[in-house]
């Protein structure tokens, strides 16, 4: 009897010393991740990488405040800390002050932020990557320094819901590209520093600001600086490319302000000039020989070109599984571009066949596990119907995703690249890009590309509104890239390919809110979608597993397309019964525009072109049929979302912005 006596004790212990604890629950596990992931380091008295009370008066952990039962301030400034920052930092809903200035921290910044920061104080450690998208919500932010890093790439517009945000450094960085247009409505802004840093073009939105001291150094600006800068206390500009031909008006030359020189008044006048009529004559060369072209070219077989106008309707088959016959039309590869570029549709259109396949790393299982830190559940990111996913980082920077696969799941060494090699030819700017393997003995693992904010499931619904910092905009053109992946897959490919687990949690998010859809080739795993795509996203049809086609592709796309309209689950067991199935709930509201407005997500607050709204759901509403002959398929699907996108866009140019739901009546003719 003992040891069910000791069993009982120790479980009673547990629960009273759990119901005594003083602190948030949440808020202590957050606090065992950072100290976990920072390698457990022995400075920060107190500290425990399993339960404590950080908050009681007996328990004391170096550098964290508390008032009541709430972790208020985390304050690990010069104690020469390494490792990275964790996962779980969006748990301390109650820090307002986060400092680990002055460390040796790396990796990239979590998205995971702690969500109501008035103070954020990264300076003086060795991030890389960017800055989360995840600030452009945190309203109460006062001060941002992230200096002194090994960050790079382009801002990206996040700044617009900042006012209280008055101190930002971004200096001794690798940022570049011209600065983001939403600084403009920084209008609490008083420090700006980017000195040290790769950013180039004008700094004209800079006008807009109030600011007392503004650092511009050593960067790569051109153009004028605004005459109204020069009232600014505090004005550093040398080491920039300012011109130095005469100023338009309301301007003042930048070599007054310490710029460089680089000659007489007229040469930008005369170089500007010049480059005018060669930009002018090399336009109208481009269109001569565009005319020329289409008139001497033949007509091209609607089978290998993916331009809307000119799609075939899709050919219902049975799941492509193991197939590595696949021949699939390719786009060219396109950068990376911010979410609102209103080119983004048009890059994705356009496509060529080619037939070389991918050319895929050979990774061994030791350079991956210790990349991985010897598979790490802090490195533990995804988990499917094959195995688990990680993330593996490299000293020199590079960061991927590694998929490590149940040993099971494969007959052996030649089963397993039968797949690879099959999955290597699937090559779409909205497709998860494998970029290599492993393949030892009883060890057979997937290596893909990093999407450093997440799934699409966790950006939507694991953080209230924090975790959904995305426009309307941004929402249709996340459900645009995602359609014409699966167009891809579905039309394109030869025999077509069917991806059978198509949810949100297989929406991977790129740096800008790009899409990348990921477990595509892998349909011969999934025996029963119904079991893989988890309750929500099944079709009616898939109660018999023989009974997949395409087009229940597109009815899980659809549910993909429902939560980004709600921002709620699939399934919600925590829901009333009638609201528990996303599609069953919402799919009789679609075509009432008053109801519309009450499901969309709180978190777009509002903001939506109306009739946009009408059409995405007019798209859903077809897309959910019971009958799978009646659903579109992803090309038409793809096609009115690319309307949609190129409405809001021209409807922006013409001023008009994005529309409250109170406006909705003013906009029946959009």
């Known amino acids: 009897m ?51 009370d950080p908050c009681d008066d007996d328990d004391e952990w170096k550098g964290i405040e508390c008032s009541g039962s709430s972790v208020t301030e985390i304050d690990l400034s010069g104690l020469d800390l390494t490792g990275s920052l964790g996962y779980q930092l969006s748990g301390l809903k109650s820090v307002t002050k986060f400092d680990v200035s002055g460390n040796k921290l790396s990796g990239e910044i979590p998205y995971a932020l702690p969500p109501n920061l008035v103070k954020l104080n990264l300076q003086g450690n060795a991030f890389t990557g960017g800055v989360p998208y995840s600030i452009s919500q945190m309203s109460d932010l006062e001060t941002l320094n992230v200096a002194n890093n090994h960050l790079s790439g382009q ?53 807009k600001l109030d600011l007392d001291d503004l650092n511009l150094q050593n960067n790569k600006f051109t153009g004028w600086i605004p005459s109204k800068l020069k009232d600014i206390d505090s004005l550093k500009t040398d ?32 170089g500007f000039a010049i480059g005018a009529l060669v930009i002018a004559v090399l336009l109208v060369a481009v269109i001569l020989l565009s005319v020329l072209a289409r008139k001497r070219s033949s007509p091209v077989s609607s089978h290998y070109y993916m331009d809307e106008s000119g799609r075939t309707s899709s050919v219902e088959m049975q799941s492509l599984e193991k197939s590595t016959s696949m021949d699939c039309k390719t786009p060219p590869a396109v950068p990376r571009k911010s979410m609102n570029d209103n080119e983004f549709e048009n890059k994705l259109n356009n496509s060529r066949r080619i037939l070389d396949p991918i050319s895929m790393v050979s990774y061994s299982s030791s350079d991956l596990q210790a990349a991985t830190s010897s598979w790490h559940s802090s490195r533990l990111i995804g988990q499917g119907t094959i195995g688990r996913v990680y993330k593996a980082k490299y000293a020199g920077g590079q960061v ?56 699409l499931y966790e950006f939507l619904h694991l953080s209230d509104d924090y975790s959904r910092p995305l426009t309307w905009d941004t929402r249709v053109r996340i459900a645009l890239g995602i359609a014409q992946a699966l167009e891809y897959l579905h039309e394109t490919c030869s025999p077509p390919v069917i991806h059978k687990n198509v949810k949100s949690s297989n929406v991977l998010l790129d740096a800008d809110l790009n899409p990348h859809l990921g477990d595509c080739g892998l349909a011969f795993f999934y025996d029963d979608p119904n079991e893989s795509l988890g309750p929500g996203y099944s079709a009616p049809e898939c109660a018999r597993p023989s009974g997949y ?36 709930f919402v799919t009789p509201q679609l075509h009432d525009m008053d109801a519309l407005g009450e499901l969309a997500d709180p978190g777009l607050h509002g903001l939506y072109p109306p009739k946009s709204l009408s059409r995405y759901a007019d798209v859903i509403a077809r897309c959910v049929q019971a009958d799978p002959e009646f659903r579109p398929s992803m090309s038409e699907v793809s096609q009115e979302l690319t309307g949609c996108v190129q409405r809001s866009d021209s409807d922006r140019r013409m001023g008009g912005g994005l529309y409250s739901a109170s406006q909705r009546s003013d906009m029946s003719d959009w």
């Open 2 to 52: 003992t040891p069910p006596l000791a069993s009982v004790a120790l479980f009673f212990f547990v629960a009273v010393t759990a119901a005594v604890a003083k602190t948030d629950r949440a808020d202590v596990e957050a606090l065992n991740v950072l100290f976990t992931s920072m390698n457990k380091p022995s400075k920060l008295d107190g500290w425990k990488a399993d339960g404590g």
């Open 155 to 207: 801002l990206t517009d996040m700044f617009s819901h900042l006012p209280k945000l008055s101190k930002v450094d971004l200096s001794s960085n690798r940022f570049s590209g011209n600065l983001p247009q939403s600084f403009q409505y920084l209008s609490g802004l008083k420090t700006l520093n980017l000195e040290g840093n790769q950013f180039s073009g004008h700094i004209d939105i800079l006008a």
């Open 239 to 270: 080491g920039n490319q300012w011109s130095s031909g005469s100023a338009p008006p309301g301007m003042m030359k930048g070599s007054s302000a310490g710029s460089s020189s680089s000659g007489g008044s007229d040469s930008g006048i005369n």
């Open 400 to 455: 991927l995703a590694v998929k490590k696969c149940d040993p099971l799941s494969f007959s052996g060494s030649s089963d397993f690249m039968e797949i690879v090699n099959g999955i290597s030819k699937l090559r779409h700017p909205s497709i998860c890009e494998i970029v290599g393997y492993c393949s030892e003995p009883g060890l057979y693992m997937m290596v893909y590309e990093y999407q450093m904010n997440g799934s």
């Open 549 to 584: 086609t395409m087009k229940s592709d597109v009815y899980s796309f659809a549910v993909v397309m429902l939560e980004l309209l709600t921002g709620r689950k699939a399934y919600d067991s925590s829901k009333p019964k009638t609201q528990q199935s996303l599609v069953k």
